[in-house]
């Protein structure tokens, strides 16, 4: 198994891609966070319905600006893993995308290195405010919890038939809690 991450899935309806994540950015904004800029951080384009890619080199972009990192996700049908600067740790963000140019998921993820309790919190209530602003039908929350699902299209569409699978630290469905066990700093459960 590779480092630890802290990940969230949020399954929201299908919804436009472009409309979406710059509603997505422009919240991410308000949190004070943007995109890095250096070589070690590049965005990683997703391969689309028309075209895979072959090699690493094909899919990295080093944008020289934070309006050029978003325009290069924007631009491209069904987006990239971008990676912002939380408070000196990088917190990365993908979309899951079923067809071109339409988005049904979300994937926030952050190393176990960024545990500290300013990170922590910033990082749940930017999950909070996600969830609420696009009416996610479940957002889940765990430790490397994606490396226990068959795929993130896969689990998108059981939510979609009212399939809940699994059992999480945090587990929202629309507006019902049914499991939060973040408040107590359990960040390592």
Not at 108 to 129: G, K
């Amino acid at each position: 198994m590779g480092i630890a991450c802290q990940e969230t899935f949020m399954v929201i309806e299908e919804r436009p891609f472009k409309e979406t994540f710059s509603t997505l950015f422009e919240l991410l904004k308000k949190h004070e966070l943007y995109p890095c800029l250096d070589e070690y951080e590049p965005i990683l384009l997703n391969d689309t319905e028309e075209e895979e890619f072959e090699t690493i080199e094909e899919l990295e972009v080093y944008p020289k600006s934070h309006e050029e990192a978003y325009q290069a996700v924007l631009e491209h049908p069904t987006g990239g893993i971008i990676a912002f600067d939380l408070g000196g740790y990088v917190l990365n963000f993908s979309p899951t995308c079923l067809k071109d140019h339409t988005i049904n998921a979300i994937s926030i993820w952050i190393h176990d290195s960024a545990y500290r309790e300013d990170i922590f919190d910033r990082y749940n209530q930017l999950i909070d405010d996600i969830h609420l602003r696009f009416g996610s039908l479940r957002t889940i929350q765990g430790w490397n919890m994606m490396d226990f699902v068959d795929s993130e299209e896969d689990e998108v569409l059981r939510v979609y038939k009212g399939d809940f699978k699994g059992e999480y630290k945090l587990d929202l469905r629309g507006e019902i809690v049914i499991t939060d066990r973040r408040k107590n700093g359990e960040w390592f459960e």
